[in-house]
């Protein structure tokens, strides 16, 4: 089969053998595979899969199922699916845990439904803590980089199921799109102080952060007492200093977390929550896929170097023809 291997850090189409599923495992013809920037930092050779994973990128997938490991899978066949990998989504085959697939959306497009599993699975396992909790006044959640596949993704998240008010990070030209999708308030990062802007308005309870080092002390300061920090992405820095006086005061919690890394059975379990959480809503249209690129697999690297450059909105799926 042909995948989009790395070698000397640049992505090029080869030709791999066909995969076999396990026991536990089903085998995906794959229609298309999302883009995430976890595939960018594993071709730079700054983030390697895991263990027993392809080594080529890819953490997610759309596609049909054409086999099954065992027979206790063996209905799955024939299934319009999406998929949560730990790789190797950049390819016409893939097999994965059978715990880790989703049925593709009513309404969603095959193609745009690889989008889907990384992110929603992302924002939930981050922001999830957070559904049907009591609160005595209406929650403040602020996302960064609300132009992206995450953090459009993450607006929706915490506007139709926190019911929160919804700030996020974002060059301005996307405000209208942005606000559409859920957003309460557009920040311009290169033009406004986000969290001078925030704290004016009473401080944000949850912040999700694709940015890292540079929005750490920001970011706290931003946050309100007992809120809570996720770190999920590194762009601006891994290294950053921090002042635990103040984290102690105002009883704050930091977290910070990768998806594919963690136990195959935290990561059954949290595609199991989004599939009754969030898939019910994806059903019934009220969120949006915002796919607004596609481009054949063979052309990954050129998807590559368009979310390096920044700048853009919504998420990339690399089709295979």
Partial sequence: MLAMTVADGKLAPDTVPDPEPGPEEVLIEVAAAGLNRADLAQVAGHYPPPPGAPVWPGLEVSGTIIAAGSDENSGLVGLEVCA????????????????????????????????????????????????????????????????????????????????????????????????GLGADRVIDYRTEDFSAEIRAAGGADAILDVIGAAYLEPNLKALNTDGRLSIIGLQKGAKAEIDLGALLTKRQTVSASTLRSRPLDQRRQIVADVFERVWPLLDRAELETTITTRLPLKEAAEAHRRMAAGGGYGKTVLTVE
């Fill in 84 to 179: 949560l990998l730990p790789g190797g989504g950049y390819a016409e085959l893939v097999t994965v845990d059978a715990g880790l697939i989703l049925p593709k959306p009513e309404g969603v497009d095959l193609i745009d439904a690889a989008g889907l599993p990384e992110v929603a699975a992302t924002v939930y396992s981050n922001l999830g803590y957070l559904v049907g909790q009591d609160h005595p006044a209406k929650r403040r959640v602020l996302i960064h980089g609300g132009a992206g596949g995450i953090g459009t993704f993450a607006i929706q998240f915490a506007h139709k199921l926190l019911g929160a008010e919804t700030w996020t990070t974002a060059r301005s030209e996307w405000r209208r799109q942005l606000e």
